[in-house]
């Protein structure tokens, strides 16, 4: 069995920061990007950031400058590091894993995803 587990949500003030983290874990052989989605109400699933096996990362235009996302392989892990909070950036963020499991083919794993609610 293959889990993704994120946490580190909360509710922060305008301007303010917060880091996600979601830690992959179970019978893995291989994980190739890892990164987050979000979810506002009334809206699509957006990609926020997602972040190659050597470090490689890419933004959405709308955090670029503000967020950075990161990954610790050997320990399955990637975190976002968010800076400068908007209201507009309110939303659920689910983290993803693209894992290839011990005994099965790749495929992409979602958290339960954690709120962040940017308010004053």
């Known amino acids: 069995q293959v889990q993704v587990v994120e946490s580190g949500g909360g509710l922060v003030q305008p301007g303010g920061s917060l880091r996600l983290s979601c830690t992959a874990s179970g019978d893995i052989f291989g994980i190739y990007y890892m990164g987050w989605y979000r979810q506002a109400p009334g809206r699509q699933r957006e990609m926020v950031a997602r972040i190659t096996t050597k470090g490689t990362p890419e933004y959405a235009d709308s955090v670029k400058g503000r967020f950075t996302i990161s990954r610790d392989n050997a320990k399955n892990t990637v975190y976002l590091q968010m800076n400068s909070l908007k209201p507009e950036d309110t939303a659920v963020y689910y983290c993803?894993?693209?894992?290839?499991?011990?005994?099965?083919?790749?495929?992409?794993?979602w958290g339960q995803g954690t709120q962040v609610t940017v308010s004053s």
């Open positions: 993803y894993a693209d894992i290839v499991p011990q005994d099965g083919y790749q495929n992409d794993y």
